[in-house]
């Protein structure tokens, strides 16, 4: 298999992941993460995973906020985790409204596949984590594996009927991380 012996990463959906879901959220100061999340990336990293953002935008396709505040909205998460720099190997915003032209939008696995091919990774050991039916769709569309968490759109009992064969199901991203050797 292609990159067989490469390293591993979690992709990472942002917002209702690694920070509370506050619908289009342009204001730094509303930036808040979920417990456990930051020590659950630091643990990853200390076992060698690669971390990467992959975050649907769509209050910039709106018109709702600018793609300067989404990065400023990401520096400010990125302070808040403490994680040695560069914190993410990568992120890629994706700014499209849902019923605009996207290359990078999720459930698009594009940016997997190419951050991938790009970096070497081994897919069998990448993980694409989030809380909504399109993170997981585009982490199996790209042959890794996916991970929905609890801590977003929907619960536990909300993913009964949503998860997607072959994704699993954790109550969150430290829960998740806890279980990688």
Same mark, same amino acid.
């Given at each position: 298999?292609?990159?067989?012996?490469?390293?591993?990463? *979690?992709?990472?959906?942002?917002?209702?992941?690694? &920070?509370?879901?506050?619908? !289009?959220?342009?204001?730094?100061?509303?930036?808040?993460?979920? /417990?456990?999340?930051?020590?659950?990336?630091?643990?990853?990293?200390?076992?060698? *995973?690669? *971390?990467?953002?992959?975050?649907?935008?769509?209050?910039?396709?709106?018109? !709702?906020?600018?793609?300067?505040?989404?990065?400023?909205?990401?520096?400010?998460?990125?302070?808040?985790?403490?994680? /040695?720099? /560069?914190?993410?190997?990568? &992120?890629? &915003?994706?700014?499209?409204?849902?019923?605009?032209?996207?290359? !990078? =939008?999720?459930?698009?696995? =594009?940016?997997?596949?190419?951050?991938?091919?790009?970096?070497?990774?081994?897919? =069998?050991?990448?993980?694409?984590?989030?809380?909504?039916?399109?993170?997981?769709?585009?982490?199996?569309?790209?042959?890794?594996?996916?991970?929905?968490?609890?801590?977003?759109? !929907?619960?536990?009992?909300?993913? =009964?009927?949503?998860?997607?064969?072959?994704?699993?199901?954790?109550?969150?991203?430290?829960?998740?991380?806890?279980? *990688?050797?």
């Amino acid at each position: 298999m292609k990159n067989a012996s490469g390293p591993g990463a *979690l992709f990472l959906d942002r917002d209702g992941t690694i &920070i509370f879901d506050k619908d !289009y959220l342009a204001d730094p100061a509303g930036v808040e993460l979920i /417990p456990g999340a930051a020590a659950a990336l630091h643990r990853a990293r200390a076992l060698g *995973l690669r *971390l990467y953002i992959l975050t649907n935008q769509s209050g910039i396709g709106r018109g !709702y906020h600018s793609l300067e505040d989404s990065i400023r909205c990401n520096e400010r998460m990125i302070e808040l985790l403490a994680l /040695p720099e /560069p914190a993410f190997d990568g &992120i890629c &915003i994706a700014p499209e409204a849902p019923d605009q032209p996207s290359l !990078y =939008r999720k459930p698009s696995p =594009r940016y997997l596949l190419e951050t991938i091919a790009l970096d070497g990774l081994d897919p =069998r050991r990448c993980w694409m984590i989030g809380d909504r039916e399109s993170d997981l769709q585009a982490g199996l569309a790209a042959g890794v594996n996916a991970v929905a968490v609890c801590t977003g759109k !929907y619960d536990e009992a909300g993913w =009964r009927a949503r998860l997607p064969a072959g994704a699993t199901l954790h109550a969150d991203l430290a829960a998740f991380v806890a279980t *990688l050797t």
